[in-house]
Structure formats: C-alpha cells, structure tokens
C-alpha cells in the first residue's frame, strides 16, 4: 500500500538526509526472550545507551532497566508510585533523560536515565497521556482521548522547561478522533510527529508547530496500531488485527509511505511497543486480557529487524 504525501514536501526531502536502516553485525548472542518481574505488565520500551533498554510497568508505575545482551534486569530502577503507570517511553540520548508518559495519571515524568531520579513532572489537562518522544525543539506526548498532542518545550540549551512552561496543541485537518482510543504512538520524522489512530487503523502526520494534521494511511492499514519505532526512514508500527498480530514494516521514501511486510512470532501476547538496539527489535508483551497478578508472566521478545 502506498500514499502519495504531496503535502508532506518537507519530509520527502529530509529522507535524502536520513540512512537506511543498517544491521549491525552480531557479537555474542541476544536473549530471544527477557523475563520480566511477574505481574510487571508492560506497555512502553525504548532503546537507551548501547544494549540498555528500559520498560515501564503498567502495574506499578515503576521503570525497569534491562541489558539486552545478557537479559539481566533491574526491576527497581524506577520505583513504582501508586496511581501513576508507567506508559509509552523515550530516552533523549543528548541529555541522558528518560521520559515517561503516564497514562491516565495525566501527566509526563523526565528522569535521569544513569540515576533514575526524578528531573521534573508536567501535569496537564487529558484524558489518557498514552507516548512520548523527544526533539531537539520539545517532548511531544499523544493524548489517546482528547484531541489534542502535549507539549513540553526545551530550552535552547536543551534544559527542561518549567511545568508551566508545558502546553496543549488542539489537532487540526485530517486526523479526526472518535469513540475509543484515538492517536497512540509517536515518532517525529522530518519535521513533523508520526502518529497512528488505533481505533481507525490510520496513520498521520501532524505539524508540532500548528497542530495541522495530514493522513497518511487510509482506514484499516494498521488495525488497533499501537507503538511506533523509526529507524532511518523505515517505520516499525505494532499491530493487533485479526488477520496478523506483530509488527508491521513501512518505508518512508521519495514523498511515500510504502508497505514493506510484516514481522511476527509465536513469542508475542498482546504486543504494544517496540524499541530497536543493535540491529534487533525487542517488543514488549502487555498481554491486555489476561489478569494481573503476582504470579502473571511477562516477557520482552526479540524479532529480527528485516
């Protein structure tokens, strides 16, 4: 499948300036699975420095941090705060920070990523703070209920901005939200964030200084689509359809949104996220439907990146 972004000019020409994605060659060999603390209940992984990762708890609020290569975890980096989950993830590598959507808790937390203290909290007016990805200019969160995208503005010098300082950005144009979870995932690309509607199966892309919004993907292209990972100009977007569940491959290129494939496993229950370090893909397994309990299993799982 493939959309013409006649509006999108700018992001066309910034493929020129972006690398395809490159697979770095293998060293010792990766977990193809990483054991989570029983009842963690993920949603959000990102990729940090080198073969670190981290993923957040939906369960607890607390963020754990992960070697991907020997699969050690350290479940208490973040501790948990009861009332506050942890959702969708970012690390901004310049600031070694690590950022946290927090879901219905209508916040978004900045962390230090070596310490994992707490920097700074943005509360704001939402329904469901649902991701987040940092830009030289801002953090950006998606609001999975009220149409509108959340924003953080950085200083010039890249320090955080006072919580009053934060704002929300109304989203105007194509992207129209309904009944049900609404915009999910986030990526900037090219000057603009990258944005599904799981509940439509869309994709679109909305200008972080207007809010105007352009679709990309028709309804149904990328059903109950959750967490988006860009890696050079390819788009990595979890799906959860009847037909296929995993993650759904797209190539941004030449002013186009073209379909690559698909990716998936018999490893994944009720994937949502997805990260990329070091040539692979680990995706975290929120298992939505089944109950939370002490004893529940969960586990990140590694996919090929092709």
Do not use: C
Not at 264 to 279: I, K, M, Q, R, Y
Request: charged share 15%.
């Amino acid at each position: 499948m493939r959309r013409r972004l006649a509006p999108l000019s700018a992001l066309a020409a910034a493929v020129a300036a972006v690398p395809l994605i490159t697979v770095t060659a293998l060293g010792a060999p990766f977990p193809a699975r990483i054991d989570l603390d029983g009842g963690w209940a993920p949603e959000g992984i990102t990729a940090g420095a080198g073969t670190t990762a981290y993923v957040g708890s939906l369960a607890t609020g607390g963020v754990a941090r992960l070697n991907l290569r020997t699969g050690t975890v350290e479940s208490d980096f973040i501790a948990g705060v009861t009332g506050k989950p942890a959702v969708g993830l970012d690390y901004e590598a310049g600031a070694n920070r690590l950022w946290v959507a927090g879901g219905p808790g209508q916040e978004v937390r900045a962390y230090d990523a070596s310490s994992g203290d707490l920097l700074e909290t943005y509360a704001f007016t939402s329904g469901f703070v649902n991701d987040v990805v940092v830009t030289d200019e801002a953090a950006y969160a998606t609001d999975s209920n009220i149409q509108q995208v959340l924003v953080m503005p950085l200083g010039d010098d890249g320090s955080l901005p006072s919580p009053d300082d934060s704002f929300t950005l109304p989203i105007t144009g194509d992207f129209v939200y309904a009944a049900g979870f609404n915009a999910n995932g986030i990526v900037a690309f090219g000057g603009w964030l990258i944005v599904p509607q799981s509940n439509t199966g869309e994709l679109f892309a909305i200008n972080p200084s207007t809010g105007a919004s352009v679709q990309l993907l028709p309804e149904g292209s990328i059903p109950s689509a959750d967490g988006l990972e860009l890696v050079g100009s390819t788009l990595y977007v979890v799906v959860r359809g009847e037909d296929f569940t995993g993650v759904a491959v797209y190539r941004i290129l030449g002013g186009t949104v073209a379909f690559l494939g698909q990716i998936e496993s018999d490893n994944l229950d009720v994937p949502t996220t997805v990260a990329f370090a070091d040539g692979r893909l680990w995706v975290a397994n929120a298992r939505f439907g089944t109950p939370v309990t002490p004893e529940t299993e969960y586990w990140i799982t590694r996919l090929p990146a092709r």
